[in-house]
């Protein structure tokens, strides 16, 4: 039973180019949420995602990043007209149920690097 | 809005036991989690609390006081691989887990 799968694990774009970061949850998951880490800093939530439906999207700026999760594929976050600010990692992560009582699976993440 | 605190940092050598406090403030709170973090890798489930009192799960214990916001993650007979970050985080009514900044844990022998 594969884990949080994420993909690419590294990613190098110019500023101005867009970014399209992969996260296929883990079987039998349908509760998707996307975090942003920065060296020795935590992990900020930007959205809550289920199969069609974005449930809270409050942590997510409002230009440039979007998010979905459709009914079938992975869900994807963008970021549009990088800029060096977008430089993080971005960790998904999934959970059966929307409390994550039983604990959230994180994936590898995404480490974006703007040029 | 939600706050948590936790201390930054925290040294301990091998075999000791070594307590990281989490306090919170948030709305619609239903229990406390723990996370574990090496090297920037993902982060992976410890324990979760939703009731106050100890939940003890091999080595770690973690504890949770409803009426004082505030809760521990003990760790016993700490060993090098412990060395890592932890963090603590809320589950709130209707939204994602929101996690606290982490506390680096450094064993030395």
């Known amino acids: 039973n594969a884990g949080v799968m994420q993909n690419p694990r590294h990613l190098v774009r110019r500023r101005g180019q867009e970014a399209r970061l992969r996260c296929s949850p883990m079987?039998?998951?349908?509760?998707v949420y996307w975090y942003r880490q920065l060296p020795e800093e935590g992990l900020k939530f930007m959205v809550y995602?289920?199969?069609?439906?974005?449930?809270?999207e409050s942590g997510m700026p409002k230009e440039r990043f979007s998010a979905e999760f459709p009914k079938e594929g992975p869900s994807i976050l963008r970021i549009q007209q990088v800029v060096r600010g977008d430089s993080a990692a971005y960790f998904c992560?999934?959970?059966?149920?929307?409390?994550?009582?039983?604990?959230?699976?994180f994936g590898s993440g995404t480490r974006l690097t703007v040029v | 809005g939600q706050s948590l605190e936790q201390p930054s940092e925290v040294t301990a050598v091998e075999g000791a036991i070594v307590q990281i406090n989490c306090t919170y403030q948030?709305?619609?709170?239903?229990?406390l989690s723990w996370y574990q973090q090496h090297d920037g890798g993902a982060p992976t489930f410890l324990s979760y609390?939703?009731?106050?009192g100890l939940e003890e799960t091999g080595r770690f214990s973690s504890f949770l006081s409803r009426s004082d916001s505030y809760g521990y993650l003990l760790l016993q007979e700490l060993q090098m691989k412990d060395s890592a970050s932890y963090f603590c985080a809320v589950n709130q009514a209707g939204t994602a887990l929101i996690f606290g900044k982490g506390t680096t844990l450094s064993v030395s022998s």
């Open positions: 992560a999934s959970s059966p149920d929307p409390r994550g009582n039983y604990g959230y699976t």
């Open positions: 609390n939703a009731l106050d």
């Open positions: 079987k039998g998951h349908s509760h």
């Open positions: 948030t709305s619609g709170f239903y229990g």
């Open positions: 995602l289920q199969k069609e439906n974005i449930i809270d």
